[in-house]
């Protein structure tokens, strides 16, 4: 019998449609222009109360599914993918993630959701669960991420043959890459047909 496709989402900017995804370019270009931050990655975990409520708050803007949510939930329902929902929000972000995903319907679709419980940098986390599940295919909005995941994979010694998708932005729209689609709809017809 045939295994099934593995696929591995990520969840703000890829289930869940995120209008400030938008401002990840900016904020990443200000901090290199300001602080002289040349890292690919922009990370950064809340501290105190106050930085986690804010960090909430900030989250809460992942109200409504993304284009092609409706498809995604009938493929895991009928068995077409074997789905993992791979998110790096923070430990504080757990109550507000699993409420979203009961209110949608998805709590129980997945094979697996792995939460970054433990305050890990977020591509480092991904990184861990891809290469632990196997996946066939992986698919983030984050650039930076996903740039470190095709490195990450392509290493001689020890790559992952996981193929990495991305869902950009309008205004990343113009970075090359192979993989890339305007939303979650045109990821799922593209693994579809291959």
């Keep these: ?10 969840f703000d900017g890829v289930i869940a449609y ?22 690919k990655v922009v990370t950064y975990c809340p501290r105190t109360k106050v930085e986690e409520l804010f960090w909430i708050a900030l989250h809460e803007t992942s109200f409504f599914p993304a284009a092609g949510f409706g498809e995604l939930k009938k493929m895991l329902e009928n068995g077409t993918i ?8 923070y430990a504080c972000l757990e109550k507000s993630f699993y409420k979203w995903l009961k209110r949608h319907g998805i709590d129980k679709k997945f094979s697996g959701y792995f939460l970054n419980k433990e305050n890990e940098k977020p591509h480092m986390f ?33 790559g992952f043959k996981t193929q990495i998708h991305w869902v950009y932005n309008f205004l990343e729209r113009g970075n090359p890459y192979q993989h890339k689609h305007p939303h979650l709809r045109k990821f799922l017809e593209q693994i579809i047909r291959s």
């Design 1 to 10: 019998m045939k295994r099934k496709v593995r696929v591995g989402f990520d």
């Design 18 to 39: 995120n209008p400030l995804r938008f401002a990840r370019l900016p904020v990443s270009l200000f901090g290199e222009l300001l602080f002289g931050k040349k890292d």
């Design 82 to 89: 074997e789905g993992y929902l791979l998110t790096s929000r």
């Design 126 to 158: 991904k990184e861990r669960i891809i290469r632990k599940l196997e996946l066939d295919y992986y698919v983030d909005d984050n650039w930076g991420i996903v740039e470190y995941l095709i490195e990450k994979g392509k290493d001689k010694k020890n």
